[in-house]
């Protein structure tokens, strides 16, 4: 790794090092940034003595020290670097720019902004022309429409991640605005309020012939996502006849990717019209559409990137905190490795992510895989049929031979040897079959999805780790798969069959 515009090393934390000016800078830069400590200048990693002590000495720093509230804008990891651990602290742009130092204020000694690989001063032109576009109708801002709010099932969820709420969780979280009176962001998160996600469901491929319509909502919205979501995947299943021999079941659609978007489509929704993101599902596709915009000054390519610009990031903070967004930046990139950008769609006041099912997007394209299974089969039953011809042969033979007047006792004999054999020969065949379908399975996953790991083909497949290694060593056998670049960070390639 070399330093660039978004990426910044530090060999250390110390006092000296003065890291809310890096993260200030990342904040005011409109494409955020990345500061590794434990990394040197020359780009060698050098390691953290105390990651977990550093890590909570930045968080409290970046905290304390960095105004506006930076909270849900930044995220503290530990990672691995050429075998050694460091600390990742990766910051979004904010909304609520300049983002300053508090102990100097909103001025030259308080506001910086990336430059090259630098973090530099901003002069007062540039402070007092972002104090200007700074975005005012925040949710934390926006009185909530109710005072009388209840919020239990915001404590359930931080007490399962074994963080308990303090008596000061309303300010701490920022659910309150600057006189005190409950926001808008407590409002959503609220056990009680008027905000309900609808899940759609259509027979064709228009609104025309409505199927049900399920509102999750009227309770906290991290609850209504959870809900969501388990409707998604109770939807995600249908059982698709792919050759003549097999009967498999394919998703519709690929379930992390779609957990990705779910959660960031109502995270980054604009509720401040009291709009919420609306989930659609027709024969051919799945539609996810969230009322806002891209953020002012995001292009299309930042969005694509992973550039984050959380529109609402006391939301992001809290979903943060109960593990329902794993790191910040991330989700665009888990759905871009398996949905392209057509996929998107950019309106004057929406954004509208739509899925093709597997059924429809992959069917032409698995011709070819198909065609290899089905010879692949045919092969294994030719054989098969071979040994039974044979088995078959050896058996009417000694029947020949055996004299008319065998007794009772060689009778029964021959008739047990017999239903033995044939139960012993439907056994194995109906075992061949059962493993060439699970293993045809294993080579269309792979096909749809070269990138697909051990755990996501153990869940899709119904199958143990040892399990799906055997199908893949098989598919190794045969030839019809090799592995690129190694277990980690590598992909699967299928091979032309001769």
Known sequence: MVETNRIEFKRELTDELDIEKEVVAFLNYREGGILYVGIDDDGKAVGVADIDGDMLKIKDRIRKNVMPSPMGLFDVTAETVDGVKVIKVFVASGSEKPYYKSKFGMSTKGCFIRVGTAAEPMTTTMIEDLFAHRVRNSLGRIRSPRQDLTFSQLRIYYEEKKHPLNENYLRNLELLTEDGALNYVAYLLADENGNSIKVAKYAGTNRVDLISNNEYGYCSLLTATRRVLEKLKVENAISTELTYMSRIDTPLW??????????????????????????????????????????????????????????????????RDVEMVEALGSGMPRIMQVYGRECFTFMEHFIRFTVPFYKDAIGQTLGQTIGQETEMSQLEEDRLKSGLKSSQKSSQKSSQE?????????????????????????????STKTSTKMRNKVLIIIKKNPKVTIDELMVLCGLSRSGVRHHIDSLKAYGMIKRVDGNKGGHWELLQQS
């Open 254 to 319: 690929d379930e992390r990717a779609i957990h990705e978007a779910v959660i960031n489509f109502i995270v980054h929704n604009d509720y401040s019209r009291e709009v919420p993101p609306k989930f659609e599902i027709f024969s051919d596709r799945l539609e996810i559409t969230s009322y806002g915009r891209l953020p002012e000054n995001m292009s299309e390519d930042e969005f694509f990137s992973g550039v984050s610009i959380p529109r609402n990031k006391e939301l992001m903070r809290i979903f």
């Open 402 to 430: 055996t004299p008319q007047n065998t007794n009772t006792k060689t009778s029964t004999k021959t008739s047990t040897e017999t239903s033995t054999k044939t139960s012993t020969k439907t056994s194995t065949k109906t």
